[in-house]
């Protein structure tokens, strides 16, 4: 108090100096909030199981054989540690569709992927998941789909659910997908986007104890592939 009056202290640099704590606070918390979130939390998770039986799964009778490859489909990814996500693909991959004209259900979809041929958005992880601790292309060239079954779709938004043994770093185990297939006189496109626990396959390396890599992978698959001219 001064002369009878009441004094407020000056509050302006403080003031600012709190504004600016509250700004980087709030910056801090929404980089945990969006920019870290799991991609795979919300897409659908692969059922999988012991791979079954592919003692049916030859090209079945009066199928057409149309060749999946590089130049009409995609096969991507993307995963992710605690602080980012990263998307990848494989280049180089070949496959078939074996596809009876009116009955999607009894058609077959094979495809072989080339595990070196990854790529991701960083140069560095690329290489990393050429290493043992993740796809070890030098003992396992190669990740394999084979599909066992295709039944009518539940979930909203496709058309099918295709279960089949993928073979990846050494393990081979059966997994069911919902999937959209469409068939026109001209081609046969698949698109399919679902989620796999990379620990199922036997690729376990953690990361950094600060910067841990989640467990889940999206996977998405992108077939456009043409029938033959008639």
């Known amino acids: 108090m001064r002369d009878g009056r009441v004094v407020v202290p000056a509050c302006t640099e403080s003031g600012a100096t709190m504004r600016s704590y509250l700004t980087v606070v709030l910056t801090i918390l929404s980089a ?20 079954q039986s592919e003692s049916n799964t030859s090209k079945p009778v009066g199928a057409e054989k149309l060749v999946i490859s ?7 990814f993307v995963a992710a540690k605690v602080t980012r996500s990263h998307n990848g693909s494989f280049k180089q991959f070949a496959g078939t569709i074996d596809l009876v004209p009116n009955s999607i259900e009894s058609s077959r979809v094979a495809i072989d992927i080339d595990t070196a041929s990854v790529v991701t958005d960083e140069d560095a992880l690329t290489a990393h998941l050429k290493t043992p601790d993740f796809f070890d292309v030098a003992r396992f060239p190669k990740a394999t789909f084979v599909s ?7 979930k909203a938004g496709t058309t099918h659910e295709v279960t089949g043994n993928f073979d990846l770093h050494g393990m081979k ?15 046969v496109t698949i698109d399919a986007e679902f989620s796999i ?11 950094k104890a600060d910067d841990l890599i989640r467990d889940g992978v999206v996977i998405k698959l992108t077939l456009r592939v043409p029938r033959a001219k008639l």
Not at 70 to 76: C, D, L, M
Not at 175 to 180: H, K, V
Not at 197 to 207: C, E, S, V
């Open 32 to 51: 945990l909030t969006y920019g870290c979130a799991d991609p795979a939390a919300n897409k659908t998770k692969a059922t999988v199981t012991n791979a």
């Open 148 to 154: 066992t079954k295709i039944e009518p779709g539940t």
């Open 173 to 187: 185990k059966s997994i069911t997908f919902p999937a959209t297939v469409h068939v026109t006189p001209d081609s």
């Open 70 to 76: 590089p130049e009409n489909s995609k096969v991507e």
């Open 197 to 207: 626990n990379r620990k199922d396959f036997g690729i376990i390396f953690a990361g």
